[in-house]
């Protein structure tokens, strides 16, 4: 029934039933142990860190016995240390769904990932790890003024707006009900700047929550044409992708809001949370990070394993979800007064890297760095699936002269190498993954130990 509303309704139907049904959806997050996790969040706030870490070893005890009863896959580790479990692969949970799981579709929340690194997978919650997932994203967001019911500009990979309603110079859906707006991330281009900014500025929201790369595409837009809506939104949480040094920069300079990040995954990773001092905490309340080098080790910085407290409907125990992170040392204390780890950069997943015979990883920080004092770039890509070769391609304006195109290449080749083939190709458009997300590093390389 959705999807055919979504498909032949007019579009004030679309909005209308988009409203009862998120609404329907949200009493469901709301409903449960949600009121009650949101006053425990609340009071861990201010505990000790001995009071964080005797709760969070308690927690991890009993998801794992949990765990060990009721999934087929996991009932053989029962009585086991964490560090005891093997790592669980993207592909080993793809192929042993149905084993791992500990509940029917009948009794669960089941959605799909985004499928950016090559397929969607299907992903099951209990009620109550949906209820308790988003009393934490709520009482983090609350302490930025955030609340339900405020106006919201949503970008994310909903696939909401077709050709025609470009057309008609509609590029977003409404919750009329809950005050979202809806904009789809598959349109935005320079072509459509124009409708979405019309779009943006009736709505007048005051947060935005979605992908940096979309807002970001948007305020360069914006930029070109010398517009700025400073005073509008007060704070953007990016979701979905790393927010980069440029993107807060270019996102800043047009709407003057906070720009608050976050990260999880819709496999149901724990959490890690930007304070008001600007430092990304590890939430040991909703899981346990291992960080490991490439020899699978404990490491400072390297993949992460992640076991989430909000996964009993499809466990997560040491599950290799892909990214990389690097923890802040040991002595540095978060202005913040938080005891909670703090993380000093995540660099995505692990295949966002570029693989140089001449100078190894070079991770996707390192790469969006190439555009530093360049004039001109609007977007870029690098593919590599030859372990010489590379292909950048770029959307540019008409700044992007032989000059700037030469100082670009420069930044690249210092990153890659003197011996890398670079590919260069200056596109109209750089095609978005399914999800709606954009990648600047598409690395389909496989080399033993680095892949």
């Not at 949101?38 to 009993?62: C, H, M, Q």
């Not at 996991?74 to 093997?86: D, M, V």
């Not at 299907?122 to 302490?143: G, I, N, P």
């Not at 979800?321 to 923890?327: H, P, Q």
Request: a positive charge.
């Amino acid at each position: 029934m959705k999807e055919f509303i979504l498909k032949y309704a007019p579009v004030l139907i679309q909005n209308i039933a988009i409203s009862v049904y998120n609404s329907l959806l949200y009493k469901r997050r709301h409903a449960g142990i949600y009121k009650a996790l949101r006053k425990y969040y609340a009071d861990f706030d201010s505990a000790e860190k001995k009071a964080v870490e005797i709760e969070a070893n308690a927690r991890l005890t009993k998801f794992l016995e949990e765990a060990t009863s009721e999934s087929d896959w996991y009932n053989r580790f029962k009585g086991k240390a964490l560090r005891e479990f093997p790592v669980l692969e993207k592909e080993e949970l793809i192929n042993n769904f149905e084993m791992i799981r500990t509940v029917p579709d009948k009794k669960a929340i089941v959605g799909y990932t985004g499928g950016t690194t090559g397929a969607s997978m299907k992903v099951v919650y209990t009620y109550s790890d949906m209820q308790e997932r988003f009393a934490l994203l709520d009482h983090f967001r609350e302490k930025y003024g955030y609340k339900l019911g405020k106006k919201t500009a949503w970008f994310s990979g909903r696939t909401l707006v077709k050709a025609k309603d470009l057309r008609r110079g509609i590029c977003y859906r409404d919750d009329y009900i809950n005050k979202i707006r809806f904009f789809s991330s598959f349109h935005i281009s320079e072509d459509n700047f124009d409708i979405y900014c019309r779009a943006f500025l009736d709505f007048k929201p005051e947060f935005i929550v979605g992908s940096p790369s979309s807002v970001y595409d948007l305020c360069s837009f914006a930029l070109k044409r010398g517009l700025k809506a400073k005073g509008i939104v007060r704070v953007f949480f990016s979701t979905a992708e790393t927010v980069l040094p440029h993107h807060c920069e270019v996102i800043y300079s047009v709407l003057g809001c906070e720009i608050v990040d976050q990260y999880a995954s819709s496999e149901g990773a724990p959490f890690i949370l930007q304070c008001k001092s600007g430092s990304m905490h590890i939430h040991p309340l909703s899981g346990f990070f291992e960080v490991v080098d490439e020899g699978m080790k404990p490491a400072k910085e390297g993949e992460i394993l992640v076991t989430s407290f909000t996964t009993h409907g499809m466990p997560l125990i040491r599950y290799r979800i892909g990214d990389r992170i690097k923890l802040a040392s040991d002595d540095y204390r978060c202005p913040c007064g938080s005891p909670y780890q703090v993380v000093e950069s995540i660099d995505g997943r692990s295949t966002d890297f570029i693989w140089s015979p001449e100078n190894g990883k070079i991770n996707l920080g390192n790469i969006s760095n190439c555009t530093k004092n360049i004039h001109g770039v609007v977007c870029f890509q690098v593919a590599q699936s030859e372990e010489n070769e590379i292909t950048v391609k770029i959307v540019c304006s008409s700044n992007f002269d032989d000059k700037e195109e030469g100082r670009f290449l420069n930044e690249i080749r210092k990153r890659v190498g003197g011996g890398m083939i670079i590919n260069f190709e200056r596109v109209s458009s750089i095609p978005r993954e399914k999800s709606g997300k954009f990648r600047i590093v598409k690395n389909t390389l496989v080399l033993d130990g680095v892949d």
